[in-house]
């Protein structure tokens, strides 16, 4: 059974920093391309980040450019997806995706609140 349990998510003051994990298991995490969406209340769910199954390529939604870093470690079979500069419209779910030819997984979400 394959799963994917992200962790990491809470409460943070604009400016702030979090650090998102998403643990895979029953799955040959190495192969799969990690992608992290958010879903915003009253919003569609939307591409934030995304790493390749080498980490040799990564892509960003414009939005978060420069202030948030994706990256894995497949000796672990986690990614993860650091956050700097929180902004109060980065308030969302944040799931993690693995994807692998037509194999497609997702995470539970962890929520990420900016507030002050």
């Known amino acids: 059974q394959v799963q994917l349990v992200e962790s990491g998510g809470g409460l943070v003051q604009p400016g702030g920093s979090l650090r998102l994990s998403c643990v895979g298991s029953?799955?040959?995490?190495?192969?799969?391309?990690i992608t992290w969406h958010r879903q915003a209340p009253g919003k569609e769910r939307e591409s934030v980040a995304t790493?390749?199954?080498?980490?040799?390529?990564?892509v960003y939604a414009d939005s978060v450019k420069g202030r948030f870093t994706i990256s894995r470690d497949n000796n672990k079979n986690t990614a993860y997806l650091q956050m700097d500069d929180l902004k109060p419209d980065d308030t969302a779910v944040y799931y993690c995706?693995?994807?692998?030819?037509?194999?497609?997984?997702w995470g539970q979400g962890t929520q990420v609140t900016v507030s002050s």
């Open positions: 029953g799955l040959t995490f190495s192969t799969y391309t």
């Open positions: 790493i390749t199954k080498t980490g040799n390529e990564t």
């Open positions: 995706n693995a994807r692998f030819t037509w194999r497609n997984f």
